[in-house]
T-cell receptor, first 116, second 112 residues
Framework: GENVEQHPSTLSVQEGDSAVIKCTYSDSASNYFPWYKQELGKGPQLIIDIRSNVGEKKDQRIAVTLNKTAKHFSLHITETQPEDSAVYFCAASRGRADTNAGKSTFGDGTTLTVKP | KAGVTQTPRYLIKTRGQQVTLSCSPISGHRSVSWYQQTPGQGLQFLFEYFSETQRNKGNFPGRFSGRQFSNSRSEMNVSTLELGDSALYLC???????????FGQGTRLTVV
């Protein structure tokens, strides 16, 4: 089955710096890659996603890049703020037409701490 | 627009008991997936329902079951609870499988 590896497990940055979290996946049929932010006591919140027909996607301070050949995708957060501190998860799943489309495999999470 | 609603938020049960958790998806969403989140195992896929049919099931024992109703609301049931079933159970809904999925706050189950 699909395996998703996420690095690093913890990341500490100064406010205003950039943060990068990387994931690799094993299933070459995966083509949907969402990122979630989870704050203490809450469920994961979808922050950005990318499909395999796109190499990069940006939303204000957040961007995701995908290298389908290498089976890598990364989350980039620029100008980090203390409120960005949370656990971030990457995930991978197959496309809408696939019978496994609703089954996501998650990375183990990255605890991001942004120091004021 | 209301988000995904999971009830109850917290549960304490004794070993051997059974429990039922509920998930109301975002209005219009017909796909519901369930995940178990623990510190040691991370987010593990339990099962996925679409139009009242279970489409996928994760690697969990038969004590874990679920269903989806005609209004897309879903329930999951765990029978003969074990200490290791203590976890945060999360439900996510999407319009159809493979679309953006939105999670609820989860149900924190503690088995004592």
């Amino acid at each position: 089955g699909e395996n998703v590896e996420q690095h690093p497990s913890t990341l500490s940055v100064q406010e205003g710096d950039s943060a990068v979290i990387k994931c690799t996946y094993s299933d070459s049929a995966s083509n949907y890659f969402p990122w979630y932010k989870q704050e203490l006591g809450k469920g994961p919140q979808l922050i950005i996603d990318i499909r395999s027909n796109v190499g990069e996607k940006k939303d204000q301070r957040i961007a995701v890049t995908l290298n389908k050949t290498a089976k890598h995708f990364s989350l980039h957060i620029t100008e980090t703020q203390p409120e960005d501190s949370a656990v971030y998860f990457c995930a991978a799943s197959r496309g809408r037409a696939d019978t496994n489309a609703g089954k996501s495999t998650f990375g183990d999470g990255t605890t991001l701490t942004v120091k004021p | 627009k209301a988000g995904v609603t999971q009830t109850p938020r917290y549960l304490i049960k004794t070993r051997g008991q059974q429990v039922t958790l509920s998930c109301s998806p975002i209005s219009g969403h017909r796909s519901v997936s369930w995940y178990q989140q623990t510190p040691g195992q991370g987010l593990q896929f339990l099962f996925e329902y679409f139009s009242e049919t279970q489409r996928n099931k994760g690697n969990f024992p038969g004590r874990f079951s679920g269903r989806q109703f005609s209004n897309s609301r879903s329930e999951m049931n765990v029978s003969t609870l074990e200490l290791g079933d203590s976890a945060l159970y999360l439900c996510a809904s999407s319009l159809v499988p493979g679309q953006q999925a939105f999670f609820g706050q989860g149900t924190r189950l503690t088995v004592v």
